[in-house]
């Protein structure tokens, strides 16, 4: 098998990475959609965090082949293709063996696969809304409930849900895109020393990934030992009524419907800060998270061109004066 490309050694593209790990602290954030050019390293990122987190007690991670695993196993990354059907995705009841010999014969989905893990879905403003919504709805709920006649299985789903895509091959319906608690924007670097660092890296890794990985595992040690430190510490993280008030304030000055905003802004500072090993959120961690967490929330202004990102930051700037 080969070594994973390790998560310490992307170059750049500093918000999806930090977004993976605030996810990955606190799942209950619903997610990370990336938004960008293709070839920018989205894929090999959620590989790359899948790949440095510990390995996972085997009854946490699903079923395999029909059968729940014992011991303890990678964490899970799971590859949905567009082409999927619904059956390969949430499972499938065999009726005749449970009509003829009385059992229930589950044939385990790709949902099933990625529980306690990573669930990836490369264009997913492609893919057929209704299996975007079924993933949403098992993603929020952490249960997948197959029916078939009158037959239902229920197995846990929980994963870290990151969906891909660029806009120009067609956008993500609004009430989908706001039920992913994170947005983060990717583009080609157009900074030389930084796309030859990346050339430096592919070529170091594509000769030898071994030796590659061991150059990087110190660092890797240290992410690692910073997002379990936050995982332990999320939920002693306080967020005083200030920070609260800061974010409704914000929510409400650029329009963000519903407060499914402000709820994803409040946990992801709080992921930020336990991240930081900050014991109370500051306003610093609700700025740094804010655009992630609002930018895809945003009406769109006929009257101002400026991006959604740049719309936040203004707000900010507004609040703060």
């Known amino acids: 098998m080969r070594t994973p490309f390790p998560f310490s050694a992307i170059v750049g593209q500093d918000e999806m990475k930090l977004a993976l790990l605030i996810a990955a602290v606190d799942a209950r954030i619903g997610g990370v959609m990336v ?24 009854e946490q991670a699903g079923y395999q082949d029909g059968t729940p695993r014992k011991g303890k196993v990678p964490v899970p990354f799971v590859d949905l293709p567009l082409g999927a059907t619904e059956d390969r995705v949430l499972g499938a009841l065999d009726l005749e063996r449970a009509l003829g010999a009385g059992e229930k014969a589950f044939e385990p989905g790709l949902l099933a696969r990625a529980n306690g893990g990573f669930l990836y879905i490369d264009e997913i403003n492609l893919l057929e809304d209704h299996i975007v919504d079924l993933l949403l709805d098992v993603a929020a709920s952490g249960e997948n409930v197959v029916e078939r006649e009158g037959l239902s299985v229920r197995h846990p789903a929980r994963f870290v849900l990151v969906g891909s895509g660029n806009p120009e091959e067609g956008e ?91 709820l994803t802004l409040m946990r992801a500072a709080r992921a930020l800060a336990a991240l930081d090993g900050m014991e109370t959120v ?6 740094r998270v804010a655009p992630m967490a609002l930018r895809h929330r ?6 101002d061109e400026t991006g959604s990102t740049a719309r936040i930051e203004r707000a900010m700037d507004e609040l703060a004066a």
């Open 35 to 58: 938004f960008g050019d293709r070839g920018t390293g989205k894929s090999t990122a959620v590989r790359a965090l899948a790949a440095l987190l510990p390995d996972i007690p085997a």
């Open 172 to 262: 993500l319906r609004p009430q989908l895109l706001d039920r992913f608690g994170l947005s983060v924007d990717v583009r080609t670097p157009q900074d030389v020393a930084q796309r030859v660092e990346i050339l430096k890296r592919c070529d170091a890794y594509e000769r030898d990934g071994a030796a590659f990985a061991a150059k990087w595992r110190a660092a890797e040690r240290k992410t690692l030992k910073r997002l379990a430190r936050a995982r332990s510490a999320i939920d002693t993280v306080v967020v005083p009524d200030s920070a609260l008030r800061y974010a409704t304030r914000l929510c409400m000055a650029v329009g963000a419907d519903g407060l499914r905003g402000e």
């Open 282 to 287: 500051a306003e610093a961690q609700l700025s």
């Open 298 to 303: 945003l009406r769109r202004n006929p009257l």
